[in-house]
């Protein structure tokens, strides 16, 4: 079974789909990562993300990239949601994410197109969202054990604009595929998303 989780910046659809894949025993693949290491690796070769050229040419970044904790920083979010407007980039990666998630057994994917583009097929498909706030303050308080100084409100403006341009881009924007169930976590606990999560996955996982 393909389980698609889409949805913006920490909705908590990273933590909804890592945990999908340990209850039903799937593989998983974290897909802004990807994005992320391109991103990355535009920055490495002194290019210039909005540069759609720039932008392919990092798309060969080597696989041992994606173990650079780096790319867990908001910068490299940033960057990733820069490279991701090119429909260059989103056509160099799609391969290796469709293969990822047609593989025998299934496969769980997160990510902002996974139900739409990925894998429109997609039995089980999740939508996560969260109040810009929840959103924030979770992000605020990952930053804080971090032991990084920042301002609420300067992560509340960061996320919005990442949200603003991944809706808007053309190519594969941010929107919940017309199958895909809504699950609005800003009041809902780690625990009880992934409880939710779970029910709802063994509910399309029975109809189909
Ligand atoms: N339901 C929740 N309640 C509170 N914090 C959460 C919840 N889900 C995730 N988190 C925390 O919020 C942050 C972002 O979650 P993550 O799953 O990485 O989001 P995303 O993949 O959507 O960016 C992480 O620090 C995570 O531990
Ligand atoms: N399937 C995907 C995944 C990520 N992305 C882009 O990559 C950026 C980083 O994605 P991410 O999933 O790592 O970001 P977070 O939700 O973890 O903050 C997003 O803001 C998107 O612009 C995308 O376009 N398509």
Redesign the pocket.
């Known amino acids: 079974m393909i389980i698609a989780v889409d949805?913006?910046?920490?909705?908590?659809?990273?933590?909804?789909a890592k945990a999908l894949a340990a209850h039903f025993g799937l593989p998983h693949l974290d897909t802004g990562l990807l994005y992320r290491a391109v991103g990355r690796q535009v920055a490495l070769n002194g290019g210039n993300p909005d540069d759609p050229a720039d932008a392919l040419v990092a798309c060969a970044f080597p696989d041992s990239l994606l173990d650079d904790p780096e790319l867990r920083s908001e910068a490299s979010g940033g960057l990733a949601s820069r490279v991701s407007l090119h429909p260059g980039v989103r056509q160099a990666l799609y391969e290796r994410q469709r293969a990822f998630a047609t593989q025998p057994g299934g496969a769980v994917l997160?990510g902002r197109d996974i139900g739409t583009v990925i894998a429109p097929e997609a039995p089980a498909k999740l939508f996560?969202v969260a109040s810009v706030s929840a959103r924030a303050e979770?992000?605020f308080?990952?930053m804080q054990a971090q032991g990084r100084a920042v301002a609420l409100a300067d992560i509340a403006a960061d996320l919005e604009a990442r949200d603003a341009r991944d809706r808007s881009r053309a190519e594969a924007p941010l929107v919940a595929a017309a199958d895909a169930v809504l699950l609005d976590?800003s009041d809902?606990?780690?625990d009880?998303?992934i409880a939710a999560a779970i029910a709802i996955v063994t509910k399309a996982a029975g109809s189909c």
Do not use: F, Q, W, Y
Request: hydrophobic share 25%; no cysteine; aromatic share 0%.
């Open positions: 949805g913006p910046t920490a909705s908590g659809k990273g933590t909804i997160d996560v979770r992000r308080k990952e976590t809902l606990n780690r009880e998303a």
